[in-house]
């Protein structure tokens, strides 16, 4: 099929990759001309493990252009993949989603299904066909399609290669067969339902996991509380298949640019609707709190941050990203920052990002033995595996005090005990 993909972001080029992949002729387009001469050149502009490789391989049915007509005109199928930013109010900005719309209406020459990919508010699908029907430039038939995706940062190929659903919202035949002859060759399972519920699935999805991620942070704090050992805990909870071991690992709280964003958006959805949603509100102060949990345990050593030598390790939203977008990493530098500490940071890829919000204030280092050397405390927010097998006994040996505080438990209890460091990490106890 001759596919096109409007914004290159993750969600587009991910998707484009793999739609080449399944042999599929995709044309992405996206305004911002960089990152199209970037990809015309066989470079990704995002850091995603695999993706340049496969962009690579399928050159020959990929085409990167700025040109909507280009890309929209004789397409059969019209992937919108822009982003949509958060508001101040919480709302979703879908600015992007509009331009996009109105350039395809202006472009295509033929009968098309346009799917919505971008996460929207529900009801968003409609409104964009209804805009489109009536902007169309030539009298081609137009029916919108709101098809979610799952994909996760780091994972992007995998998760959309053998992702465990394809979400088809459609008010037509026509449409949910022409949508499944782009995912055929990706033998997934499909749920085929109306546009306003695949816009809720997508949601509900991504809030539901932030919602597990903070009851296990809750009761990560009360382990600690009454000496129980939350590894253990969700394991045993795990293996029941009714709860399911995933998003169950304890930390400092969900960051990166869905589960705070998307949380807050269903948050407006209800507010609009007269209805609080209570769980979900719940979850979010619970990810507040839990972020700077690190910083109140530091406080039960030292009386103040002010002239100490701080080293962070990992700074990215997760491992396998170089994205810091809501990080927990970067509200705890930030009340360092405030309270006087000297921070040197290190992070495999997450650097070059933070350079922008912090590009001064604090040292960047080129290895973790730099950042940890002499150093008063650390502090560990991401669990980048270098970090996992960093040897635990070099803490004791370069720092000048060997306080260790641990958001993603990376070490044994048992290793850290031997190499004599004070250790303190999430829901476990000492
Ligand atoms: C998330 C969803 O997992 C995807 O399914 C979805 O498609 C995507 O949002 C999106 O809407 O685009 P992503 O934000 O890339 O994907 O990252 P996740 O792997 O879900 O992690 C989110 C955060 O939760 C990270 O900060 C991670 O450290 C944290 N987390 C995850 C935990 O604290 N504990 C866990 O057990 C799992």
């Known amino acids: 099929m001759d596919i096109a993909v409007a914004g290159v972001g993750y969600v587009g080029l991910v998707t484009a990759a793999c739609l080449a992949e399944k042999g599929h002729k995709v044309a992405c387009v996206d ?94 699908s409609d409104q964009v066909e209804r805009w489109i029907y009536e902007h169309r430039k030539h009298p081609v038939h137009i029916e919108v399609v709101a098809n979610p995706e799952f994909l996760s940062q780091g994972t992007a190929i995998k998760d959309t290669l053998h992702a465990s659903r394809i979400v088809l919202g459609v008010e037509s035949p026509h449409a949910e067969k022409v949508m499944k002859e782009v995912y055929d060759p990706f033998y997934l399972p499909y749920v085929v339902t109306d546009r306003k519920s695949a816009e809720m699935v997508k949601y509900a999805s991504n809030v539901f996991l932030a919602l597990k991620i903070s009851y296990i942070n809750e009761i990560a704090n009360l382990c600690e509380m009454v000496g129980a050992n939350i590894e253990d805990v969700a394991e045993g909870m795990g293996m029941d298949p009714r709860i399911g071991s995933r998003f169950l690992r304890a930390g400092i709280g969900y960051g990166g640019s869905c589960f705070p964003k998307d949380t807050k958006a269903l948050r407006w959805l209800a507010d609009g609707c007269d209805y609080e ?17 690190l910083i109140e345990k530091a406080r039960t050593y030292v009386s103040h941050f002010r002239g100490l030598e701080v080293a962070v390790l990992g700074l990215t939203f997760k491992p396998g990203t170089d994205d810091i977008r809501e990080a927990p990493s970067l509200a705890n530098i930030a009340v360092l920052l405030e309270e006087g500490a000297n921070v040197r940071v290190w992070d495999p890829v997450g650097m ?16 973790i033995e730099e950042a940890v050397a002499n150093a008063d405390i650390c502090f560990i927010f991401t669990e980048w595996p270098e970090i996992r097998q960093f040897d635990v006994r070099q803490y004791a040996n370069l720092m000048k005090t060997p306080l260790v505080l641990d958001g993603r438990n990376c070490y044994s209890l048992a290793s850290a005990r031997e190499a004599g460091i004070i250790y303190e990490s999430i829901g476990r106890k000492r």
């Open 31 to 124: 305004v911002d001309v960089e990152k199209v001469v970037l990809l015309q050149r066989g470079k990704s502009p995002i850091y995603e493990p695999g993706l340049e490789e496969l962009i690579r391989k399928n050159r020959e049915r990929l085409l990167f252009t700025t040109d909507y007509a280009a890309a929209c005109r004789r397409a059969d199928v019209i992937i919108i993949a822009v982003g949509t930013p958060e508001e101040p109010d919480g709302s979703v900005n879908l600015r992007y989603v509009w331009e996009a719309a109105k350039q395809i209406a202006q472009t295509v020459e033929k009968d098309c299904v346009v799917a919505v990919k971008s996460t929207v508010p529900v009801g968003t």
């Open 352 to 367: 070059e990002n933070a350079k922008r919000v912090f590009p001064k204030e604090i040292t960047y280092c080129s290895t």
């Open 277 to 293: 949603l209570k769980t979900v509100q719940a979850a979010m102060e619970v990810n507040e709190s839990q972020k700077v949990k």
